[in-house]
């Protein structure tokens, strides 16, 4: 597979709808924070049991000769959202009101990443033009994915009785085929009023009001001054010196350390001939993951309640000390970590050499499944990451950020190539970053075949339950036999899985020139001119 070129910008993203929206931002003289907002837009309509505005997003933003900045759009639980909240249950519910418990981020990310496109990247474009290709497809509608109409249908037990999601999500009464048109009349109307007035008017203006009485009338404990008391956060995010260069991830409450230790540690124990494609570099990979979770799940919380800094587990010393505990010859015991999710992952360069990698999620597929009546706004769960016994690492609190499985990346390679890259899938996304990166960097592969190539993921998906090592089929019979013998739980996926994640890839040369790759497993493209 050979890679997509461009000199003038590039977009990749999920579904070549918000792909060319963006790069028609580009067209129009928009940099790569504006042209990422055009996508994100778009998706948050296109692409609805991925993502939607009733969610949260992080973002990582690059401009030659300035330091990486990340944007941390993450909503904290209401103030009314304490354990005795859930009475007897023991765990908050995956779907419904009382898992539409924590604020929406999403668009005050959109909104300060704007702002600081104004300020310090000379963004000339109206927020109003950024939304327009959202709001003509949520008007008048989209083709249905083969993604949405299979998401939709394998959900429907459990979302069906929920809050507005028939009327929103079903055409009369059924599942939306392949194809089909489908429109969110209501979401078209809350995007000309954000075209309007603003991102920050959903958490301190007209919209505001309009979605507090929402949540009011569907029984979610979120309220109008949860929304206003949210604010995005614009800081450093983590880095990892490797020894091809730096690479950048989000700090907690994200998995952006486990992303970046995987990396890490891989980078000292890797032997020449290891990659993703053959038993030793699959064997050492997966190791390197169980070692980085174990450290994720010990330490990543909401950073306000954390007692390390995370930036410190990235230290010589420390990831020393994980590599020298990656066992060559079996496979560890795996301790099964608990987390899941899904997302779309987004990427951009301009013609300047900016560029952006962000993502954005509502959490499981439709998030809590709770549709707002009057925006017509989904709502995320990702509230249900809380524990709701007391006193441990990620349990629920009124404020409390909740943990996250999202983690956009990027990295700048001492060759001076720039690469941007970032995937869905809960667990998978630490996993594939690092396939990706090693791929390219270190396996002898082009940027599209990095991603295109067969995966493997540990542990669970953002669709499922299973533990185990999945690996593609198109992997060969005798790499799955002696990953078997070294004692993995292998389960053969099928050919492009979707389970393995949608992911995609940009690289900015030196000399101006891009090259890009979108995931074959997904309904996205590379956009580029």
Same mark, same amino acid.
């Given at each position: 597979?050979?890679?997509?070129?461009?000199?003038?910008?590039?977009?990749?993203?999920?579904?070549?709808?918000?792909?060319?929206?963006?790069?028609?931002?580009?067209?129009?003289?928009?940099?790569?924070?504006?042209?990422?907002?055009?996508?994100?837009?778009?998706?948050?309509?296109?692409?609805?049991?991925?993502?939607?505005?009733?969610?949260?997003?992080?973002?990582?933003?690059?401009? +030659?000769?300035?330091?990486?900045?990340?944007?941390?759009?993450?909503?904290?639980?209401?103030?009314?959202?304490?354990?005795?909240?859930?009475?007897?249950?023991?765990?908050?519910?995956?779907?419904?009101?009382?898992?539409?418990?924590?604020?929406?981020?999403?668009?005050?990310?959109?909104?300060?990443?704007?702002?600081?496109?104004?300020?310090?990247?000379?963004?000339?474009?109206?927020?109003?033009?950024?939304?327009?290709?959202?709001?003509?497809?949520?008007?008048?509608?989209?083709?249905?994915?083969?993604?949405?109409?299979?998401?939709? #249908?394998?959900?429907?037990?459990?979302?069906?009785?929920?809050?507005?999601?028939?009327?929103?999500?079903?055409?009369?009464?059924?599942?939306?085929?392949?194809?089909?048109?489908?429109?969110?009349?209501?979401?078209?109307?809350?995007? *000309?009023?954000?075209?309007?007035?603003?991102?920050?008017?959903?958490? #301190?203006?007209?919209?505001?009001?309009?979605?507090?009485?929402?949540?009011?009338?569907?029984?979610? +404990?979120?309220?109008?001054?949860?929304?206003?008391?949210?604010?995005?956060?614009?800081?450093?995010? @983590?880095?990892?010196?490797?020894?091809?260069?730096?690479?950048?991830?989000?700090?907690?409450?994200?998995?952006? @350390?486990?992303?970046?230790?995987?990396?890490?540690?891989?980078?000292?124990?890797?032997?020449?001939?290891?990659?993703?494609?053959?038993?030793?570099?699959?064997?050492?990979?997966?190791?390197?993951?169980?070692?980085?979770?174990?450290?994720?799940?010990?330490?990543?919380?909401?950073?306000?309640?954390?007692?390390?800094?995370?930036?410190?587990?990235?230290?010589?010393?420390?990831?020393?000390?994980?590599?020298?505990?990656?066992?060559?010859?079996?496979?560890?015991?795996? +301790?099964?970590?608990?987390?899941?999710?899904?997302?779309?992952?987004?990427?951009?360069?301009?013609? *300047?050499?900016?560029?952006?990698?962000?993502?954005?999620?509502?959490?499981?597929?439709?998030?809590?499944?709770?549709?707002?009546?009057?925006?017509?706004?989904?709502?995320?769960?990702?509230?249900?990451?809380?524990?709701?016994?007391?006193?441990?690492?990620?349990?629920?609190?009124?404020?409390?950020?909740?943990?996250?499985?999202?983690? +956009?990346?990027?990295?700048?390679?001492?060759?001076?190539?720039?690469?941007?890259?970032?995937?869905?899938?809960?667990?998978?996304?630490?996993?594939?970053?690092?396939?990706?990166?090693?791929?390219?960097?270190?396996?002898?592969?082009?940027?599209?075949?990095?991603?295109?190539?067969?995966?493997?993921?540990?542990?669970?998906?953002?669709?499922?339950?299973?533990?185990?090592?999945?690996?593609?089929?198109?992997?060969?019979?005798?790499?799955?036999?002696?990953?078997?013998?070294?004692?993995?739980?292998?389960?053969?996926?099928?050919?492009?899985?979707?389970?393995?994640?949608?992911?995609?890839?940009?690289?900015?040369?030196?000399?101006?020139?891009? *090259?890009?790759?979108?995931?074959?497993?997904?309904?996205?493209?590379?956009?580029?001119?």
């Amino acid at each position: 597979m050979k890679p997509i070129l461009a000199t003038r910008g590039a977009v990749v993203a999920s579904h070549s709808l918000a792909a060319q929206a963006g790069l028609d931002i580009l067209r129009d003289g928009g940099n790569a924070i504006e042209a990422t907002i055009a996508v994100a837009a778009t998706l948050a309509v296109v692409y609805p049991h991925m993502t939607g505005i009733g969610g949260d997003g992080f973002w990582l933003m690059h401009a +030659p000769g300035q330091p990486m900045r990340s944007i941390d759009a993450c909503g904290a639980a209401g103030a009314g959202v304490t354990r005795e909240l859930y009475g007897s249950l023991t765990s908050i519910p995956w779907r419904g009101p009382l898992a539409a418990n924590t604020v929406a981020g999403t668009l005050s990310g959109w909104g300060a990443a704007y702002e600081f496109s104004r300020r310090e990247w000379g963004g000339r474009l109206p927020f109003a033009r950024l939304l327009e290709s959202a709001i003509h497809y949520a008007r008048e509608g989209f083709p249905v994915t083969h993604s949405q109409e299979e998401n939709t #249908r394998n959900k429907l037990a459990e979302l069906q009785a929920q809050p507005g999601f028939a009327d929103a999500f079903l055409a009369d009464g059924k599942v939306p085929a392949y194809g089909q048109r489908h429109r969110f009349p209501a979401l078209a109307a809350t995007l *000309e009023q954000l075209a309007r007035a603003g991102a920050d008017d959903f958490y #301190r203006g007209e919209l505001a009001q309009q979605v507090g009485a929402d949540l009011a009338a569907v029984g979610s +404990p979120i309220t109008v001054a949860d929304l206003a008391r949210h604010q995005a956060e614009i800081k450093a995010p @983590l880095e990892v010196k490797l020894s091809c260069g730096k690479v950048y991830n989000m700090a907690p409450p994200t998995q952006g @350390l486990a992303s970046l230790l995987i990396l890490g540690i891989y980078d000292r124990i890797r032997q020449a001939g290891w990659n993703p494609d053959n038993v030793e570099g699959i064997h050492a990979l997966v190791e390197a993951t169980k070692q980085a979770f174990i450290v994720r799940d010990k330490y990543v919380t909401d950073p306000a309640a954390m007692q390390i800094d995370p930036s410190g587990l990235l230290g010589d010393s420390t990831v020393a000390a994980l590599a020298a505990a990656v066992p060559f010859d079996k496979a560890s015991p795996w +301790p099964a970590p608990n987390s899941d999710g899904d997302t779309t992952w987004m990427g951009v360069v301009d013609a *300047e050499g900016r560029a952006v990698s962000m993502i954005q999620s509502i959490y499981f597929e439709f998030g809590s499944g709770v549709v707002l009546p009057q925006t017509g706004i989904w709502w995320q769960n990702r509230g249900c990451s809380f524990g709701l016994r007391p006193n441990q690492l990620r349990s629920l609190a009124p404020g409390r950020k909740p943990f996250h499985t999202l983690n +956009p990346a990027m990295a700048r390679l001492d060759d001076g190539r720039l690469l941007v890259y970032g995937t869905m899938g809960g667990e998978g996304q630490p996993q594939t970053q690092a396939a990706i990166f090693s791929r390219y960097v270190w396996g002898g592969h082009n940027v599209r075949s990095a991603v295109a190539a067969p995966r493997w993921l540990l542990g669970r998906t953002w669709a499922e339950q299973s533990t185990s090592l999945k690996l593609e089929s198109r992997y060969a019979p005798e790499i799955i036999d002696k990953l078997r013998a070294l004692g993995h739980p292998v389960e053969v996926a099928g050919d492009f899985d979707e389970r393995m994640g949608h992911a995609g890839a940009l690289v900015l040369h030196p000399d101006g020139w891009i *090259e890009g790759g979108e995931d074959p497993r997904s309904d996205g493209c590379v956009a580029a001119w």
